[in-house]
């Protein structure tokens, strides 16, 4: 007697919506956020000169300036390289619209270089033909947490006197020849915006190899005041303080670094539970017909900050935006990283950049879906991501 094939059981779909980037939160920082509340301490405090202890010690590096965003840190980044009128910075189209808005809110011209479409980040080659007397910065992304390749970055900066800021904003983690993102070039900028790998709400964080620019974005971020003008209120008496620049309101406050001590002191424990997360899906996508990350680089460490594929309708029988609505409807929520920068019509109409022109990143902003990593994920999270994305594509 034959044995029937049993039918494959029915597709089961989550009972609840999986939020893209949530954040694992545990009680260390709910305990340390409501200690800030009962000592009634919420702005710029001692927890804040903490976090920047404790994230300049994670870096290896003598001081950190902590702000509110990494747009703050990029935007004072770029000021305190004085930018003058008609000063380039080249940059990635593959990018948040921060990284571009800092430089034009800077005073600058961005340039953009297009990414190698391997490892998403600037293909140096491309950075060099940008090259030339008016550029005086390059500002690489360490895309999804992937390095840049530092070496020829930093080369061509260096034949044509221009200084490196690294966008770190997916970087915390990541290392390049033994080196951490962010202090390979003059100034290293984080994020800790609530989906990032250590996480204060909002936040941000500056690396300055310099002491004077560290000490300038100080004082820029908090209004233009004198040094350590937010102890004006301490028990030591008030402090009178000068305004020296016009400055930004830029401070983090004890509130968002109560969180961010607790998250960071956990950061390496969260890196290995991403990176558990990418080997998973890697092997389990293998044989699917939509494209993978690149093996990470020799000698570099990935943050496993954003977890990427790319949707060609050719290949996988469906479109990217099909893919993103199917996707939600399986209760699995997803992100684009990115539409490449020239496709949003303000840059089209004030740097007249057109998509064609920057094609690699067109091709991936127009192709890619980021599927939910982080730490949060339970082993049964992990596994519906991969059934929904099998029922999708195969
Ligand atoms: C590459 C990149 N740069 C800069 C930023 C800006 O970070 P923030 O939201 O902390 O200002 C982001 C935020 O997502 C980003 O992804």
């Known amino acids: 007697m034959r ?45 804040v000169s903490q976090f920047e202890r404790d994230f300049a010690a994670y870096k290896g590096v003598s001081q950190a300036v902590a702000l509110n965003s990494c747009t703050a840190a990029l935007h004072l980044s770029l000021l305190a390289l004085d930018l003058k009128p008609g000063d380039e910075v080249v940059t990635t ?14 005073g600058g011209i961005p340039v953009l270089a297009d990414v190698d479409a391997k490892t998403m980040n600037l293909d140096p080659e491309e950075v060099r033909r940008k090259m030339g007397p008016r550029v005086r910065a390059i500002l690489p992304v360490h895309f999804a947490g992937r390095a840049c390749d530092m070496d020829a970055l930093l080369a061509i900066a260096s034949e044509w006197g221009a200084a490196v ?28 915006y609530s989906t990032k790998n250590v996480v204060t709400g909002e936040g941000g964080m500056v ?78 996508f293998a044989e699917l017909p939509i494209g993978l990350p690149a093996p990470v680089e020799p000698e570099t460490r990935h943050a496993y900050h954003l977890y990427t594929v790319l949707v060609d309708e050719s290949r996988a029988g469906i479109s990217r935006d099909r893919f993103l609505d199917a996707m939600t409807a399986e209760k699995i929520g997803v992100g684009v990283h990115y539409r490449s920068v ?50 999708i594509v195969q």
């Open 3 to 47: 044995v029937p094939h049993p039918a494959p059981p029915p597709a089961k779909v989550r009972d609840t919506f999986l939020v893209f980037g949530q954040p694992l939160i545990q009680e260390a920082e709910i305990a340390e956020v409501a200690d800030s509340m009962r000592k009634a301490w919420l702005g710029t405090g001692p927890k």
């Open 93 to 106: 189209p593959l990018t948040f619209c921060a990284t571009v808005n800092s430089i034009l809110h800077a």
């Open 165 to 192: 800021v690294e966008d770190c904003a997916h970087a915390i983690e990541t290392e390049y020849k033994g080196r951490k993102a962010g202090t390979l070039g003059a100034f290293g900028c984080f994020s800790f």
């Open 207 to 284: 690396l300055a190899r310099d002491a004077e620019h560290a000490d300038r974005i100080r004082v820029l971020g908090l209004h233009g005041m004198s040094r350590d003008a937010w102890k004006r209120f301490s028990d030591q008496g008030f402090k009178h303080y000068d305004v020296v620049e016009a400055g930004f309101k830029y401070n983090m406050m004890d509130l968002q670094a109560a969180i961010g001590i607790h998250q960071l002191s956990r950061v390496e424990s969260g890196w290995k539970r991403r990176e558990e997360i990418w080997n998973r899906y890697q092997e389990a």
């Open 342 to 391: 020239p496709e949003h019509p303000y840059y089209q109409r004030t740097q007249r950049w057109r998509p064609a022109d920057y094609s690699r990143a067109y091709c991936i902003g127009q192709q890619t879906v980021s599927l939910p990593l982080s730490p949060r994920l339970s082993d049964s999270d992990v596994e519906d991501v991969i059934s929904a994305v099998r029922r």
